[in-house]
């Protein structure tokens, strides 16, 4: 089991990104959280196994459809508990 904490640079709000990001992250069975961050970038807090939250980082700098990632940044936290994957509100 690992967490890490995610931040995706480019045109990820206002294109689904975060409920694109809900049913990829709960298919692979992981549990977190995805919010907007006011500075126009998305923030996620992926908690699970290693192998499926490498694949959710590889999805999300693929991003939905209608997206354009310009920048993924992973940063290692300790892993907490957490039901479900869900949306937070925007910070």
């Known amino acids: 089991m690992i967490a890490r ?3 995706v640079v480019g045109k990820v709000q206002g ?5 694109w990001t809900i049913e990829v992250a709960r298919a692979l069975e992981i549990s977190g959280w995805v ?3 006011r ?7 992926a908690v ?3 192998t499926a939250v490498q694949r959710l980082i ?6 939905s459809p209608p997206s354009r990632v310009e920048s993924v940044v992973v940063q290692e ?6 039901e479900g994957f869900t949306r937070r509100p925007t910070v």
């Open 58 to 63: 590889e999805r999300l700098h693929e991003g």
């Open 39 to 45: 500075d126009g970038s998305v923030e996620v807090r």
């Open 35 to 37: 919010r907007n961050r």
């Open 48 to 50: 699970g196994d290693a």
């Open 77 to 82: 936290i300790a892993v907490d508990e957490i």
């Open 15 to 19: 294109v689904w990104f975060r409920d």
């Open 5 to 7: 904490n995610i931040r």
